[in-house]
T-cell receptor
């Protein structure tokens, strides 16, 4: 069964450092999502892509976060510089098209020290 | 904006009992609703969804009820099993965007 792949699974970084996460969606899925999930809370959408274009990045802290999906397939989410409050699970999801069922990857657990 | 609440942050049931997880939402423009299950260390997994033009939908051992008048939905799990232990999220959707609630931790006691 096809799955969304994410790496790394765990990342520990010091504050002010740069960190990057990678996501490979299910093959053929045009829509890709990045969510942040703080411990004890539900996922919060950061950015949403349709192919290589950003559809919604209204909740992305653009002063330090950036996301790209250059070829409309895999995607990278970057934080620079990382802050203590960025410690969270970063989840990637994909769907066939906008509005279709979202399939989530296992997430990257980020700890900022 | 959307705010999503859950009436009970934790729910403990005996194996074999039925479980009911509740969710309140605020955005009357929400036109579809999804329940997700999240096990420890994993990403959320789709359970069942319902469109706003429906008030009930059934799946395998799960039923979702939607009451748009009071902006409330519930997830019923029949004959709860230990493997059902997880955090359950409701996620109302509008304009292709989901808003997740805080989640309810369901613990199934053998």
């Amino acid at each position: 069964e096809a799955e969304v792949a994410q790496s790394p699974r765990y990342k520990i970084t010091e504050k002010s450092q740069a960190v990057a996460f990678w996501c490979d969606p299910i093959s053929g899925h045009a829509t890709l999502y990045w969510y942040r999930q703080i411990l004890g809370q539900g996922p919060e959408l950061l950015v949403q892509f349709q192919d290589e274009s950003v559809v919604d990045d209204s909740q992305l802290p653009k002063d330090r976060f950036s996301a790209e999906r250059l070829k409309g397939v895999d995607s990278t989410l970057k934080i620079q510089p990382a802050e203590l409050g960025d410690s969270a699970m970063y989840l990637c999801a994909s769907s066939l098209e906008l509005g279709d069922e979202q399939y989530f990857g296992p997430g990257t657990r980020l700890t900022v020290t | 904006g959307e705010s999503v609440g859950l009436h009970l942050p934790t729910l403990s049931v005996q194996e074999g009992d039925n479980s009911i997880i509740n969710c309140a939402y605020s955005n009357s423009a929400s036109d579809y609703f999804i329940w997700y299950k999240q096990e420890s260390g994993k990403g959320p997994q789709f359970i069942i969804d319902i469109r706003s033009n429906m008030d009930k939908r059934q799946g395998q051992r799960v039923t979702v009820l939607l009451n748009k008048t009071v902006k409330h939905l519930s997830l019923q799990i029949a004959a709860t099993q230990p493997g059902d232990s997880a955090v359950y999220f409701c996620a109302p959707g509008s304009n292709y965007k989901l808003t997740f609630g805080k989640g309810t931790l369901l613990t199934v006691n053998p």
